[in-house]
């Protein structure tokens, strides 16, 4: 089938040779025309025979809704879009809304697999109508990993987003979990070489996984971390889950510490703990550091 694709980044780029590799027509756009195949979203339209297909994969925020706001002057009923970014599946609704009113579909889409994506294939979870899902299909199956999983039809509209958020939470809360094992096994003396114990994880152990895979490499490459600093931003995935756990009223203590330990991350100094020394100081006498 054809497909447009917009945004080829990191992700788009890879994405675009993934389904090229499955025997689909792919038309790019990116605003970067370097790696464009086409100059303007106009001209990708144009060229695409309907129904159309157009896969978004820009980032959240401003850039999506302003390639779907443009999209929706552009296309023509029984064309549909897919949000492939990493939107919060609030705007989800809205953006179906907005499209909806032109006869166009939407189906949201979470797209887990980064930079290794391209070979190993990305895991894949949308929400939207059978409809309009069932004209995405053919590129739903070019990307998914091979195997009997890897792909869900999640549910409605903002589904798709809602189940990678989730994902994404796991992966905070799974990635501190790690760290404040490594963390330590390096900090006690009995233990020689750390690298070798998370190294033996990776097979037989209950906590074998990719990201601990990842963490061998990342160690392999540097075995103390020596040359990064510890500084960890965030995309807001982190936030949304916990705002949804909170509106929801449930409890996600691990996740919601993982994301705090981003935050603290940041800081240089820690203004909270200089309360708390001050206040022992005050109701203690006991000793504080000064700068
Ligand atoms: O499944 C994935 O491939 C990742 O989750 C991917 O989507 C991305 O690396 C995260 O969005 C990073 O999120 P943070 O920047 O919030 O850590």
Redesign the pocket.
Known sequence: MELGLVGLGKMGGNMRERIRRAGHTVLGYDRNPDLADVHSLQELVGKLSGPRVIWVMVPAGGPTQSTIDELAELLEPGDVVVDGG?SRWTDDEKHAEELAAKGIGFVDCG????VWGLENGY?LMYGGDKENVAKVQPVFDALKPEGDFGSVHAGKVGAGHFA?MV??GI??AMMQAYAEGWELLEKVDSVTDVREVFRSWQEGTVIRSWLLDLAVNALDEDEHLDELRGY???????RWTVEAAIDNAVPLPAITASLFARFASRQEDSPQMKMIAALRNQFGGHAVEKK
Do not use: P, R, T
Not at 232 to 238: L, T, V
């Open positions: 990493n797209v887990s697999g980064g895991a990678k994902h994404n992966e905070y960890a931003q965030d995309s807001g995935e982190g």
